[in-house]
Structures are given as structure tokens and as C-alpha cells.
């Protein structure tokens, strides 16, 4: 199978996002930081999955635009906003490099959960970087490849593999290509939170409440970020200069 095909069928199973739902809401309370009391024009969540992030954060948006391949996640997405009442949102199911925006410059870009399964990174990057207004933000995370918890998430997967269990593999993707990326696109760096979102092996243990209690714990917020060295995981807020 195509990797985009392998990608879309994977996620069209959106129970995943159930399993993993303490690290959505780090990652919506780490997006409302990272945006402050500031009101913004035009916003696109892209890649949405069920579009939780941006929709909890859309009264500070006067446009939202929600972009997703995936079917059943884009259902979960209006079915989130009309529960939430967001009336200021659009939905695209399609890829993202086919996608046609009415508005070809976006205040800020949200594209959490993409660096791992995109086939071509820095298509991606070059693409994101060139729909931002100057003066615009992206909030962009991605697991360091490089980071030694990512190579032990990779030995726990990679044992999986071997015993049957899964058989989808991650992007390596090491922090300084992303990094490197937006320095050459002219972008500044303004904040970045860090911390883990794997249990390896030891989710099933805990609870979501208990992962998101012992996730704050260790690893603070984007204002406060503690051992940050530690986590391999990094939500970005960049500017474009
Ligand atoms: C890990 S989820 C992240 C969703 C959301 N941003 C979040 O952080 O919860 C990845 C999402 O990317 C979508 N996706 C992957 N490749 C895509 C593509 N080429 N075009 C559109 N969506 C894509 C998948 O359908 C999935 O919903």
C-alpha cells in the first residue's frame, strides 16, 4: 500500500484519538499559551483530525478553516463545533496539497501531528511556511528523532512490529531539520514547550487523568517548561520576520 493510503486507512480509526486524548489537551492548553489574549483574523488547523485543538480555541479566531483526508475525522470535527457552537469555521476533507484556500495568507497555521506521516517533510514545511502572512505565526510540534525517548519509543514499536501488533511506522524527523527549515524561511523562534507524550509500554497503567496530572507534573507548561531537555516532543511557536 501507497504511504498516503496506509496513513488515511490508520486514520479513519479515530478511536486512536480517544486513547491518546490527555495529549490533545496538552496540546489545545499549549496552542491557547502560545496565542495569549490576542484576537486573529484568519486561522487554519491543518491537519485537524477532530479538529478539538483549534475549535476550543476559535473564540480567539474570526475565521477558522479545518482541513483533514481523513472522513471520519472531519465528522468528529462538525460534530465538535456544533457542539461547542462554533459558528466562524469551515471543514475541507481532502489532502493537503490539494487543498484550494479562499484566502491564500493565514494569520496563524496549527499543524500538530504531522511530521511523523507526511510522505514528503519538507514539502510540507516549504508548503506551510508559504501560507502564513509575514508577521504571521505556525504552531507546529514534532517528535525529535534524534532525542534518545524517541529511540526508545522506536525499540518499543519496533518489538510490537516483530510480535505482529502494529505495522505503521513513524517519519524520522530530527529536531534541527524542522528548526533549520524555518531559520532559512526566514522565521523567528519564539517559544517552544517540550515534553513527552509516550508511556512506552506503560500507558494502559494510568488513566488519561493520571498521564495529564503526572505530564504537568514533570514537565510544566509552555510558560513554565520543566526538564525540558528531557522530552522529545516540542510544540513550536514560530514567526515569520
Ligand atoms: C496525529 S493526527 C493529528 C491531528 C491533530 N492535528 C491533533 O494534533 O490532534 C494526524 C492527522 O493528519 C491527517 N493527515 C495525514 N496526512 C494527511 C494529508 N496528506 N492530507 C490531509 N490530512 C492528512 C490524518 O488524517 C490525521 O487526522
Redesign the pocket.
Known sequence: MER?SE??T???QTDI?FNFDY??KI?TETVAEFLGETQYNNVL?????????SLKNSQRFNQLTL????EN?IKLAKNIAEKEKVKNVSFTC????ETNFENEAFDVI?????L????DVDKFLTYIQSKVKKGGRIII?NTNSDHFYSGLIRLYLGVRKLLGKDKYKLNKVPARVVENSFKKAGFTCENVFRYNQSFVGFSKLFSNEKKYSLTRKWFGNATKNKNASLGSDYIYLFKKD
Open positions: 498516503k496513513v488515511k490508520f486514520f479513519e484519538y495529549n490533545i496540546r488547523d491543518m491537519p485537524c483530525g477532530n479538529g478539538l485543538i482541513v483533514d483526508f481523513s475525522m481532502g489532502d493537503i496539497f496549527i499543524s500538530l501531528g504531522i511523523a506521516h507526511i510522505d510540534q
